[in-house]
């Protein structure tokens, strides 16, 4: 802090404030009050609440001024955003700071990934606080780019920047007491520790919590919800692109534990980022759904701050950082301006903030090595029967069903009428030849195959499609691109996103990747597909760690059991 005699001064009366935010209506979620006064700031920090003079004035004229908002949980590769071009998204709607989990950059790049990352988020409007990754790769069922070990986070955990350990996705290894997991706890102990437990519940939840763990974002069910909260953990309420949990979680909160909750979005695209908004459109929605809105800005300020130890963050008072949002309306929250240590850095939907120069880009990531007249093809099997991928709306883990194959020339075929397609998912990064063959249902694909490079966790090639020369067609030009998005149709391009930065990011400006995701949608659209976010639902059918029924490269996955298993039942 610059001169704390200097600001003891100010606080005091004695000297004016640099800026001077007069007439607001104050949103202290510290106490659970709104009332009038000002608020006077000095280098970047709140000095003082009350009559103060100062060089210069802002004047609010009765509008609600709150702490800007947090988002406890996001992965800021999903928005296919560099960190610069993300924050020119995201501080318009009130955001002033990100806990992020880099793991997607670290399953591809590793430690540079996590490197590249810090970088990157460093003198922006939004503070990126980063949570080191514990799961790369997330299981043994599938090949990533890299492999982190408790000794890597024990080498970057001091990093003031770092706020714990990310999701600890291996879940049965941490409450079976597995060494290696263990060990990823221990060295985060001081710092948070993040959970994900999809459907964890009894015994073995207690037992995960007993390890350490301190909150979970996967929650689907409120009574699974609840019982994580009753054992401590903080309830993170997600709500993205394509995960939708907030609606069903909400009866949970109440004035007595929502200090115990934040609002995540965990995966958000950039186009949904700017139209439907990012924390703000989680307060919102609470709000519409019944909750207070003390509540709720409590739940996207201080709640979140105080969980990840986010020191002079998500509150307005002497000493915190003077981020703030004006906005008029206390049961409809639209930001009006958003202000990052007391200076203007959005208003009225528009990003005020100086551009920054780009980071350096790492390394390409594109290595494969297939043989697509013969990897795609499956045989027709006895039993007749196969284990198909269902995928459910709006949520990303998936359901197993078991159906009678369509069979063309002896082999297995997509089958368009039933809407049972063929999916490919080929190893890019260490060019092993690994290639896994399946079948999912809910794309409704008529025509044409669609293909990305981001496929959580690992980040393999995953292909959906109605025949396999679409299918060929758009890895050649996921590699060609240096990874991306793409969709074909009778062996041509019909819109593309290029995604160079790790297969997971665009270096092109934010309204660039708007218009390649709403093309890619609009194509998917005109090929039958009406998903609301087909590439992030596809991305999502390699993720071995949520159930039921998912594909990497070493096939298809029993994600209950974490095990391997037949494509034929």
Same mark, same amino acid.
């Given at each position: ?5 200097q ?20 949103v202290?979620?510290?106490?659970g009050e709104?009332y009038?006064?000002h608020?006077a ?11 103060y ?6 004047e ?11 988002d ?5 590769e ?5 960190a610069p071009?993300?924050?020119?998204a995201?501080v318009p ?13 670290a399953n ?6 996590i ?11 939004v503070?990126?606080?980063?949570m080191?990754p514990?799961c790369?790769?997330?299981?043994p ?6 492999c982190?070990t408790?000794d890597d986070? @024990? =080498?970057? !955990? /001091?990093?003031?920047r770092? &706020?714990g350990v990310?999701? $600890?996705?291996n #879940?049965?290894g941490?409450?079976?007491?597995a ?13 948070s520790?993040?959970g994900?437990?999809p459907?964890?519940m009894?015994?073995?939840?207690n ?5 350490g763990?301190?909150?979970?974002h996967e929650?689907t069910?409120?009574a ?7 054992l401590?953990m903080?309830?993170?309420l997600?709500?993205?692109s ?8 909400l ?6 534990n929502?200090?115990?909750c ?9 186009g949904d ?8 459109h989680s307060?919102r929605?609470?709000?519409?759904l019944g909750l207070p809105?003390m509540? @709720? =800005?409590? !739940? /996207?300020t201080?709640s979140? &701050?105080r969980?990840?130890? $986010?020191?002079n #963050? ?9 981020d ?8 409809n929250?639209v ?25 350096p880009?790492?390394r390409?990531t594109?290595?494969?090595r297939?043989?697509a007249?013969?990897?795609?093809q ?12 269902e ?7 998936t ?6 194959p369509?069979?063309?020339d002896?082999l ?7 809407d ?19 079948f ?26 109605t ?8 890895i050649e030009?996921?590699e060609?691109m ?6 074909v ?5 019909k819109?593309?996103?290029a995604?160079?930065i790790?297969?997971?990011v ?17 194509a998917?659209?005109e ?14 059918l390699?993720?071995s760690p949520i ?23």
């Open positions: 802090m610059r001169d704390l005699q600001k003891l001064g100010v606080a005091r009366g004695e000297q004016p404030a640099e800026r001077l935010f007069r007439n607001a209506n104050l202290n979620v510290l106490s709104i009038p006064t608020v700031v000095d280098d970047g920090r709140v000095v003082g609440l009350g009559d003079e100062a060089k210069k004035v802002i609010l004229d009765g509008a609600y001024l709150a702490p800007s908002l947090i406890g949980h996001f992965h800021v999903s928005s296919m955003l560099t071009e993300f924050a020119r995201a709607h009130g955001t002033g700071a990100v806990v992020i989990d880099p793991h997607e950059y591809v790049l590793g430690l540079d990934g490197r590249y990352v810090l970088e990157s988020t460093r003198d922006l409007p503070d990126f606080f980063i080191l514990s790369v790769p997330a299981t069922l599938e090949t990533a780019g890299a982190l408790a986070i @024990a =080498l970057m !955990i /001091a990093d003031e770092i &706020a990310a999701e $600890l996705m #879940f049965p941490v409450y079976l007491g060494e290696s997991e263990l060990a990823k706890i221990k060295a985060g102990k001081g710092k520790i993040d994900h437990a459907g964890l009894g015994k073995n939840l037992a995960y919590v007993l390890a763990v301190g909150s979970d929650s069910e409120l699974e919800a609840r019982e994580k909260l009753r401590g903080h309830v993170l997600r709500e993205g394509t995960e939708r949990n907030l609606a069903t979680l009866p949970l909160v109440n004035s007595n929502a200090m115990n934040s609002f995540a979005t965990d995966d958000k695209l950039a980022l700017v139209l439907e908004g990012h924390i703000d307060v929605k609470a709000i519409r809105p509540l @709720a =800005l409590q !739940i /996207a201080i979140t &701050a969980h990840y130890r $986010l020191r #963050f998500g509150a307005i008072a002497p000493r915190y950082w003077a703030f949002i004006v906005f008029d309306d206390l049961q929250l930001v009006r301006q958003t202000y990052k240590k007391g200076i203007l850095v959005a208003e009225n939907g528009k990003c005020l903030a100086p551009a920054r120069p780009p980071t880009q790492p390409s594109m290595n494969l297939y043989n007249a013969k990897d795609f499956v045989p027709s099997g006895h039993p007749a029967k196969i284990r198909v991928i995928t459910v709306p709006h949520q990303i883990v359901r197993q069903v078991v159906e009678v369509r069979i063309k002896g297995v075929v997509s089958d368009m009428e039933r049972i397609l063929k999916l490919v998912v080929v190893e890019r990064h260490r060019a092993t030849g690994n290639v896994g063959v399946g999912v249902r809910g794309f409704g694909l008529k025509s044409g195959a669609l293909g990305s490079t981001v496929a959580h966790d690992a980040h393999n090639v995953v292909v959906v499609g025949n396999d020369g679409d299918i060929a067609r758009a030009e996921l060609r240096r990874g991306g998005q793409v969709a149709q009778n062996g041509q391009v819109a593309a996103l995604l160079p790790a297969g997971l665009s270096d092109r400006p934010l309204n660039e990747v708007i218009e390649g995701i709403a093309g890619l949608k609009a998917a659209r090929m039958g597909c009406e998903l609301d976010a087909p590439f992030m639902s596809l991305s999502f390699s993720l159930p039921e029924l998912k594909l990497t490269d070493q096939g298809l996955i029993d994600a209950v059991n974490l095990k391997t298993t037949s494509l034929f039942a």
